[in-house]
């Protein structure tokens, strides 16, 4: 098994993923999905804790709640700095998000109380898409990436050789999002989320 290219988090995140290929919870709100396409946009992924979550290029923190210890962040900043590349989804469907403890150190900040701006349709850069969102946090600070209206709702902070990247509309990538199962070709409005 070669170094994995991706590792999703399992020391702060304690969000359902797959057993096998079987989701681990029943209503959709686990992430089992978004892990199984990491494979499919090209890279190997595995899941660590604690110092070995920091064994790749990247680092998928999916929805966190669980306490961020002072350690954990400070390897997470020493990551980032060396080169690092660290993805966070927060979602408001995220009881006791802790995603704020990761971010504020790099100057960014989720919201998960904002009111949605009509319109609801994602919008990348300058370019509308056709993906409609029902929930998403404010995202400030760092370079934004996505917008409701006016308001971020993902960003991008650089730091020393690294960056870190935060979605707060974690919950349009959930297992209920994604079609539950793994097996069935992915549709053209699927495709359009990733």
Excluded at 102 to 118: K, T, V
Excluded at 155 to 165: C, E, I, L, Y
């Amino acid at each position: 098994w070669p170094r994995p290219g991706v590792v999703i988090d399992r020391t702060v995140s304690e969000a359902p993923l797959f057993t096998g290929a079987f989701a681990e919870e029943d209503d959709g709100r686990g992430y089992g999905m978004l892990e199984q396409w990491v494979p499919r946009v090209g890279f190997w992924a595995a899941r660590r804790a604690g110092d070995a979550a920091f064994a790749a290029d990247g680092l998928v923190i999916i929805c966190p709640t669980r306490s961020v210890t002072q350690r954990y962040r400070t390897r997470l900043l020493d990551y980032v700095e060396a080169g690092g590349r660290v993805l966070i989804f927060d979602s408001p469907d995220s009881d006791g998000s802790t995603a704020n403890s990761l971010l504020w150190p790099f100057g960014l900040d989720s919201n998960q109380q904002a009111r949605l701006p009509a319109p609801t349709k994602l919008r990348l850069a300058d370019d509308l898409t056709d993906v409609e969102l029902q929930a998403s946090c404010e995202i400030t600070g760092g370079q934004p990436l996505a917008w409701l209206g006016s308001m971020p709702v993902a960003a991008k902070a650089q730091r020393g050789n690294g960056s870190v990247t935060v979605v707060g509309f974690g919950s349009l990538f959930n297992d209920a999002a994604m079609g539950f199962h793994w097996l069935p070709e992915p549709t053209a409005e699927l495709r359009e989320r990733y």
